[in-house]
Nanobody
């Protein structure tokens, strides 16, 4: 079983940056894809990125493309979500999730397709 722990959330002003971390344990990092999701109060959970460290395949939703970047450190079994040019609309609880043997299709990540989830980390962007 894979355990995921997010960190790095916080309060930032509009235009600022944050880097979230998703530390994974259990399994082999190359065996699964990592998705990042977010959920704002009163809104549905939104998938913003999917990445697979095995071959570097990455997908970003239109809402974050050009502003958010994923990277990974295989030695630490950790994936990062670098978030730049943040706006108040990015305020949400951010989750990372793992999907075993997944290939990151070219559509916004769907929560039902992921097997393991972290507890979430709050990101608040002030105007």
């Amino acid at each position: 079983e894979v355990q995921l722990v997010e960190s790095g959330g916080g309060l930032v002003q509009a235009g600022g940056s944050l880097r979230l971390s998703c530390a994974a344990s259990g399994g082999t990092f190359d065996d699964y894809a990592i998705g990042w999701f977010r959920q704002a109060p009163g809104k549905a959970r939104e998938g913003v990125s999917c990445s697979r460290s095995r071959d570097g395949r990455t997908y970003y939703s239109d809402s974050v493309k050009g502003r958010f970047t994923v990277s990974s450190d295989k030695a630490k079994n950790t994936e990062y979500l670098q978030m730049n040019s943040l706006t108040p609309e990015d305020t949400a609880v951010y989750y990372c999730a793992a999907a075993m043997g997944y290939f990151c299709p070219s559509y916004d990540p769907r929560a039902v397709e992921y097997d393991y989830w972290g507890q979430g980390t709050q990101v608040t962007v002030s105007s």
